[in-house]
């Protein structure tokens, strides 16, 4: 069982093109409905009273929402971003974190002795005290942002010595390495004691850190983007419930397997940003995923 | 026999670290010098009355400099730029065309019967012009750059018309195709014409396109970059190089070939950057590039 931690958001998403308000979004929500196409996936988030009962049943359906509470008292995390002409940057217009932001994390009793844990781009205090609680984890991988590096850098590095792989995206990498080398970024995250690191390039692919080993990844080829939001977290997902899915023996020490699982996260994360927000993932089939699949296996064979 | 037209120039290069006055650059030197790696090259350029003995015999040394032609009467193309702190962006200080702005290209009678042909990013007009002297070139691969794209379009394309293959950077390829997505910009650049597209996307590797196929390649990772000056150029030549040492029968059809010509160009291209101007170029062996290739090849290969 894998068990994803992170954010469950109302995201109101404006590209030149088109724009659709308060629909579902958040890390957790990419991550966790992504990786529930490979593993049963159980969700540890907040929504508040504003959480559409339509989108509550989706997640219902697919995930084990045990740990997703209800805030009745407060809205939901909320976030309005517009992306330009070329939907290569964004600008964030609101953040409201409403129910996020006096979030008190309990892992549900049925979740403590997951194996396996992906831990969203979270306050890494929060983050820390989740690891905590569970009895026997195997594999802990967390993201982080921009937000936390700023503002709790230690505590994110900390966080990361907790943890047994680190995924996080180029631009944060880095930030908080503080070089714009991101060959010496990957080595220097691994000196903070994960296992593993991967850093994600949009679509440019991901560079995979393990030991001595570097591992350059390049992206799927696409050429239609929507939405581009969730792309990193729906890598995460897809990542995350492959290997767990797909494991023999001690994951870690099985490069191929980690290799196929970064490519279904980038696949996952191509599904991703075909629709506005979370759409295509509720649309598409384990065929679908498959196929996009070995057809990125075949052009890297050549 | 492989036949570089472009430019040979003299550089000023100035990064937060340190600044090379005058040193060797041009298209044309970097394209020829990886090249001549793996297959005798012959360069067609010009060079004016204060391009130095030294630099003259460097370039002797290791090509055919037959239709290197000196104009007496004038300086050499100059090129003045400096880096910003990470070296990813360039802002041009000075341009001085020099000897290039009246050059009338010969091709010498000894490089006509030359099967194949890389045509730096030159006045279109003179692409064209070189290509028409030829007697039966079997591979002809052209690159361009953003201000040829602005001024001559319409004679850009017609040049793609009349060659086999483009090698072009990423930020010129949206240009020309006015779209930011890569794999549209692909699909449109063999509309073209050309039978195959490689787009550049520096650090993170290349696109390339041939018939439906789409084969993105990831670039070497590299933590030393001293000064990304020639990247592109080191690439195409290291790419032209190694395909002409290497063909057996129809390139076109052989893309394993041409994968691992894309390979030994991102080599080259990692080479070039790793000092100032051309000086890598000059130092290393062929076993450090087979070094580096073979390692580059296992980490793909994972």
Redesign the interface.
């Known amino acids: 069982m894998l068990t994803v931690f992170g954010s469950v958001a109302l995201d109101t998403t404006r590209t030149p093109f088109e724009t659709k308000e308060r629909i579902m979004g958040g890390a957790a929500t990419f991550a966790s409905m992504s990786a529930s196409f490979f593993t049963p996936v159980s969700l540890i988030g907040v929504i508040g009273n504003d959480f559409p009962s339509s989108y509550y049943k989706l997640l219902e359906n697919r995930l084990n929402i045990e740990g997703l509470v209800l805030n009745s008292n407060k809205k939901t995390f909320f976030y309005d971003s517009s992306f330009d ?4 940057h964004r600008t964030t217009n609101v953040t409201e974190l409403n129910v996020i932001e006096d979030f008190d994390p309990i892992v549900p009793e049925g979740y403590v002795d997951s194996k396996f844990l992906y831990l969203a781009n979270n306050d890494p205090d929060q983050n820390i005290k989740i690891i905590d609680q569970f009895k026997n984890p195997q594999l802990i991988v967390c993201d982080t942002i921009e937000y936390w590096i700023e503002n709790k850098k230690k505590t994110v590095i900390e966080m990361m010595e907790k943890t047994h792989g680190v995924v996080i995206n180029d631009q944060e990498a880095r930030l908080l390495c503080n070089t ?5 970024c990957g ?1 220097q995250l691994l000196s903070y004691g994960p296992k593993f690191a991967i850093i994600k ?1 949009g ?3 991901v ?1 995979f850190f393990v030991d001595d ?11 239609s ?1 929507i939405d581009p939001t969730g792309a990193g977290d729906s890598f995460a997902g897809g990542f995350m419930g492959y290997l767990v899915a797909n494991k023999k023996g001690e994951i870690l020490n099985d ?2 397997l980690i ?1 196929e699982s970064i490519l279904m996260g980038s696949v996952m994360g191509t599904f991703a940003i075909e629709s506005f927000g979370t759409d295509k993932l509720f649309e598409i089939t384990k065929l679908d995923i498959m196929n996009r699949y070995d057809n990125y296996k075949k ?2 064979a ?1």
């Open positions: 002409y070329d939907l290569s714009s080398n991101l060959i010496k080595k390039k679509e440019h692919g560079i080993a570097i591992i350059p990844i390049p992206g799927y080829p696409l050429d983007v490069l191929t290799k052009m890297l050549i």
